[in-house]
């Protein structure tokens, strides 16, 4: 899989979300995604739930003729997203996008049942897509161990796991760095820390063994809290080859 190469890269990739919900604004920030350096595009389909078919099509195809890479996230309402339905929903949807835009892979909240999960694991590897396990967490930070557990658990059933948390003092972030670097160093699966909000921003651009598999920029105005700007990430990146 495409996506598992990037992930397993030195440096974090990179990926920008797509968030419109017309056809006209998602011509706009596709041709955005096209022209920065970011790598993935993360489509929130959560904020357009009523996308239609053809859109969808029209969307995987323009990311990925331009040699890029679709993560496709359904976000609930419960994580930050705008998704309020009931699970058979959420994994319908996933099931009808996925077959039209071909993303390369998914985000899949681990607070799902462990039928949906399968469900959608066995879809997702039917099409060469891989799939990502995630939790935020927009009050606190948890401690070491019990991110550790967490990070574990996931990585028993996805192909990548993810961790986003809220800081509240400069020691969690510090913590969400060890965090990271304990899961490059034991675990198989890559591994995706981040902090949310201003005293995350470090761990969105940390290098070496504190790097996330992933991390994620803005293209525009800030779409999440703590998120830099694709141009200053990736100039961040250039510094620290």
């Known amino acids: 899989m495409e996506f598992m190469k990037a992930m397993r890269a030195e440096l974090a990739a990179i990926a920008v979300p797509l968030t419109a919900n017309t056809a ?14 970011a790598q993935v595009a993360e489509w929130r389909v959560d904020a357009w739930p009523d996308v239609d078919d053809q859109t969808a099509a029209i969307i995987g195809t323009r990311v990925h003729a331009a040699g890029k890479l679709l993560l496709m996230t359904l976000r609930t309402h419960a ?3 705008a998704f309020t339905g009931e699970e058979g929903e959420y994994v319908a949807m996933y099931s009808r996008l996925g077959h039209r835009a071909h993303p390369d892979a998914i985000d899949v909240t681990d607070i799902v049942s462990v039928t949906a999960r399968l469900l959608l694991l066995e879809q997702a590897h039917r099409h060469d897509c891989a799939v990502v396990a995630s939790h935020h967490d927009f009050q606190a930070t948890p401690i ?3 991110a550790e557990a967490r990070l574990r658990a996931q990585a028993a059933w996805a192909d990548v796991v993810k961790l986003a948390a809220m800081p509240q003092e400069p020691a ?13 160093a034991n675990l198989a699966k890559p591994a995706i820390v981040i902090g949310m909000g201003t005293l995350g921003q470090l761990t969105r651009i940390a290098a070496g063994p504190f790097a996330p598999a992933l991390t994620f920029a803005s293209l525009g105005a800030v779409r999440a809290s703590g998120q830099l700007s694709v141009a200053t990430v990736s100039a961040l990146q250039v510094e620290q080859k």
Request: hydrophobic content about 50%; charged content about 10%; glycine content about 6%.
């Open 24 to 37: 006209a604004a998602m011509q706009t920030q596709l041709q955005a995604f096209c022209q920065s350096p």
């Open 144 to 146: 070491v161990v019990q």
């Open 79 to 81: 994580e930050g997203g």
């Open 172 to 184: 969690d972030t510090l913590n969400l760095l060890a965090i990271s670097a304990w899961a490059r």
